[in-house]
């Protein structure tokens, strides 16, 4: 696709399940982030991959979030044990190298944990 | 802590207003200011960034305006119109970082 793509859209889901929450990055695309945005906060960084290296976790709130990137492009978040709190919209953005370049952002999905 | 200062926190103009959004930072290792533009259920997209050897920087009717050594930035919008109307967010970035830190955001709507 021309951008990137998240789904779903949006995710309710009664509290304790987990949920997973997919990005696609722009094709070509070899630096990937994840952010968290609350209601009246700034973005939030959760983590970045580059290319093969070692993710940067440094912004994950908590054991029970993670992520994935398989074969340097597609990017799966999870939340286990989901809490209200984690209650968000949840970003993925795509850049050529690092964010010196600009990103590109998903139009996110909205969680909402009963 | 919060190393990016936003405000104001929601601005509302007229159209062919100037609405100016200001951002203060402490860290000087940030070396990077881009500004992001968000609409509602969309994610944001990048609409201007400037880097610290240079004061100014305009494209179209948006300007940044950089005061390095008060470290605060500011984004001025000329004649406003109605599609403006959306959430900026003003960011920062170290140098050698790829982590942006950025400002809590700023309501802008404006009035046709």
């Known amino acids: 696709g021309a951008g990137v793509s998240q789904s779903p859209s949006n995710k309710v889901t009664e509290k304790g399940k987990d949920v997973e929450l997919r990005c696609d990055p722009i094709?070509?695309?070899?630096?990937l982030y994840w952010y968290r945005q609350s209601l009246g906060q700034g973005l939030e960084f959760l983590i970045y991959?580059?290319?093969?290296?070692?993710?940067?976790k440094s912004g994950l709130p908590s054991d029970r979030f993670s992520a994935e990137r398989t074969g340097g492009s597609v990017s799966t978040l999870t939340i286990q044990r989901t809490q209200q709190e984690d209650s968000a919209v949840y970003l993925c953005?795509?850049?050529?190298?690092?964010?010196?370049?600009?990103?590109?952002f998903g139009d996110g999905t909205r969680l909402s944990i009963l | 802590q919060q190393q990016v200062k936003q405000s104001p926190q929601s601005l509302i103009v007229q159209k062919g207003g100037i609405p100016i959004i200001n951002c203060a930072y402490e860290?000087?290792?940030?070396?990077?200011f881009p500004w992001y533009q968000q609409f509602p259920g969309k994610g944001p997209a990048l609409l201007i960034a400037?880097?610290?050897?240079?004061s100014e920087k305009k494209e179209g009717r948006f300007t940044i305006s950089f005061n390095k050594s008060a470290k605060q930035f500011s984004l001025h919008i000329m004649d406003s119109q109605p599609g403006d109307s959306a959430t900026y967010f003003c960011?920062?970035?170290?140098?050698?970082?790829?982590?942006?830190?950025f400002g809590r955001g700023t309501s802008l709507i404006v009035h046709p």
């Open positions: 400037i880097r610290p050897d240079v």
């Open positions: 960011a920062a970035i170290k140098g050698g970082s790829y982590i942006p830190t």
């Open positions: 991959f580059q290319g093969n290296s070692a993710p940067d």
């Open positions: 094709s070509g695309h070899t630096a």
């Open positions: 953005a795509s850049s050529l190298r690092d964010s010196s370049q600009p990103q590109h």
């Open positions: 860290n000087t290792a940030f070396d990077y």
